[in-house]
């Protein structure tokens, strides 16, 4: 059990900002219902504590990739006295265990539909379109053997029929529209059926995309679905690094593997105890940055496994000590900024957060 005398970062979690967020996107749709895709793990905050807080504020759509992130859910949530829809994007695949945890197959081909009437007849499905990521859900060859013969969708359940759309945070690109389109001309193949479309972007190119359910993920745990605007979500997530070791170098001297930072003159390198090993990746080496207080701390040479080094040359000697915190994600540098310095997303850094942190979960309901 990690604590945070022997860990050598914390990662605080705010579930309530978590649920404001959610409440948020909700407010944004009109009468759309808001689902919550809690794939990996929650996008890397706990899908766990993650559920139980959405399930009890009321949300009761949830989205995963895979069966046994369902299998989890369902357990969770049947532990805490909750009930919700938990949708599997990956398909039909061994459908006798997601009937037992009474789990949503997305079906993805004509194939997978023709596996889930035979082996779960009568019970819940969605249907994915693909409108253009060539990725997952049913071609435009398959919507068009189904357009000719409406029988194959004889005695399906059909929950959502939905799509993903490839480029949402970027409102400009005509791309939008014609997966927009796509989807639609698709729906009348679906008389009556509900439909799903957006995710965290999806939701601010406006009321045409929202359909019956939107499907937001990476924007409930703190980053901005509208780059370039102001970002409308609560940060839920702060990243502390501890300081292992003061060096003061009073000559020229490299810092870290492959010596590709220098110190040229007098100056302070602080050693914090996390790495890529935690998720702070690699790619953020010369180019992350931290925060000591108020004060902006560059990280200076390369990340390595369970050690980065930031230069706190400009910190007051009295300030930077062994055992004081770095914000490596926090009130003045959000997962965004850190996300752009290195040329990543905020998905990465979500998800690569590693098991060697110590969590403290705040602000629950449990
Ligand atoms: C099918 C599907 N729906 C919804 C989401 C949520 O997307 P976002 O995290 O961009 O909101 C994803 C994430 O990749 C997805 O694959």
């Known amino acids: 059990m990690s604590s945070p005398d022997t860990s050598g970062g914390i990662l605080s979690i705010d579930l309530a900002a978590l649920v404001s967020n959610w409440q948020m996107l909700k407010s944004q749709l009109e009468s759309a219902d808001c689902a919550v895709a809690l794939k990996a793990d929650a996008y890397g905050i706990g899908a766990s504590r993650a559920v139980v807080e959405l399930a009890r504020a009321g949300c009761r759509e949830f989205f995963v990739a895979l069966i046994d992130e369902g299998i989890s859910l369902r357990r969770v949530l049947g532990e805490a006295g909750l009930d ?86 970027d409102r400009d690109t005509a791309m939008n529209d014609q997966q927009l389109q796509r989807f639609k001309q698709a729906l009348k193949l679906f008389p009556g059926c509900r439909a799903s479309l957006a995710n965290s972007s999806g939701i601010f190119l406006g009321p045409e995309y929202h359909f019956d359910l939107a499907r937001p993920g990476v924007s409930l745990y703190g980053v901005n679905p509208t780059p370039g605007k102001p970002n409308p979500m609560a940060q839920v997530i702060r990243l502390q690094g501890k300081i292992l070791q003061i060096r003061d170098v009073d000559s020229p001297q490299s810092v870290g593997y492959g010596a590709t930072y220098r110190v040229e003159r007098k100056g302070r390198i602080a050693t914090v105890g996390v790495g890529y090993a935690d998720g702070y990746l ?38 930077v000590h062994p055992g004081a915190m770095i914000d490596l994600i926090g009130p003045h540098n959000p997962i965004d900024d850190i996300a752009d310095a290195a040329s990543i997303i905020g998905y990465e850094i979500l998800t690569a957060l590693g098991s060697r942190l110590h969590r403290v979960y705040e602000n629950g309901t449990a």
């Open 282 to 319: 690699r790619s953020l080496s010369n180019c992350g940055f931290g925060y000591l207080g108020q004060q902006r701390l560059p990280l200076v040479g390369r990340v390595s496994m369970d050690l980065i080094t930031f230069d706190v040359s400009e910190v007051p000697q009295s300030e």
């Open 84 to 169: 919700g829809h938990i949708h599997i994007l990956s398909g039909a695949m061994a459908p006798a265990t997601m009937t037992r945890h009474r789990l949503i197959p997305v079906l993805n081909s004509l194939n997978d539909i023709e596996t889930w009437k035979n082996a779960a007849p009568g019970l819940a499905a969605d249907i994915h379109i693909d409108t253009g990521m060539s990725r997952l859900g049913l071609p435009p060859e398959e919507l068009q053997i189904l357009a000719n013969d409406r029988a194959i969708l004889k005695g399906l359940n059909i929950s959502y029929v939905m799509s993903h759309l490839a480029c949402a945070e």
